[in-house]
């Protein structure tokens, strides 16, 4: 789950990272009043769940209020396009108004998950402001890297050096050391998969901030933090993924015309990569789980539908906990219900296939019935207009 920058630095503040003043604007007369509070000279941040921001015209200093308020109703409403929103941009809903500070240098801190240690990784770099995929891809050797111990957490001797390594000066290495501890601490504490403070920056008087910030959490851990998913903001989510949500879907738009319904994730990314294969293109991940009932078959093929690039369907389903004629059932249920027209080509095995398969060609439907996965790729891929 994603919050926005606002709610990302709340939550850090409660840790002692140290952040600018101030306040979330829904409108541009609170945006005014805001800017009034902190002096006039602001910055007016669109708030949205996507990066650079700053390059699509969604981050401006204002030098007073006046200014600030000609600002906000300038980005408020607008649609911000960046490289991370795609073509299509998100609508800004609300700013984010903040004090200005008189900056000296520009660094990084971050924090992720490495997948190959199953450890999280604090990184930290000189080179802060700019994109860290460029720095990763261009000069690695300019991020430095420390483990984080699972058990014992990220240790005071480790924020040293990455302090010291980013080149902060003696008189703020006390208070970088403590903003590193403390962006540890809420990251493992909060559940994070992702806290990115970028730039986080070091002040002519020789103080830190977390000028931007981002958080994102792990959906699994939701259950522990009852007070995040109340961050939750479903209008910067795609509508499609946040109905499937309500159903217990894992559901993922992409950007294709063949949606794909499989049971596991790993099944689902081989169907994928199958598809590619075959020269299609999927319109989506979407794993039913091993325990869908008849029911949530119908929603799931719903929310496939309601993708309008959607030009065939490809379902992939080995049978155990759902079974093969459980599936088979929630197929014919959803095709007569909402009156499907595209073709579906279904590939199953496992627990009850010979009954599934009979259900299906009972149906009075035409269903494509596949011979494994390499078949069901082929016929789908037909089905929706050949390889691309």
Known sequence: M?????????ILAKYNVPVPRGKVAYSVAEAEAIAKDLGGNVVVKAQIHAGGRGKGGGVKVAKDVADAAIIAE???GMTLVTHQTGPEGRLVQRLLIEETLPIDKELYLGIVLDRGTGKLI????ASGGMDIEEVAAHTPEAILKEVIDP???LQAYQARKLAFGIGIPSPAINGAVQAIMALSRACLEMDASIAEINPFILTKDNKVYALDCKMTFDDNAMFRHKDLVELRDINEEDPLEVEASKFGLNYIKLDGNIACMVNGAGLAMATMDIIKYSGGTPANFLDVGGGASAEQVKNAFRILLGDPSVKAVLINIFGGILRCDTLATGVVAAARDLGIAIPIVVRMEGTNVEE??????????NFAVADG???AAEKVVAA?????
Do not use: P, T, V
């Open 2 to 10: 994603k919050i926005h920058e606002y709610q990302a630095k709340e």
């Open 74 to 76: 300038r980005i408020l």
């Open 122 to 125: 604090f990184m930290a770099s």
């Open 151 to 153: 058990g014992i957490g």
């Open 356 to 365: 599934g398969k009979q259900i299906l060609r009972d149906s009075g439907f």
């Open 373 to 375: 996965m390499k078949d």
């Open 384 to 388: 929706a207009g050949g390889s691309n």
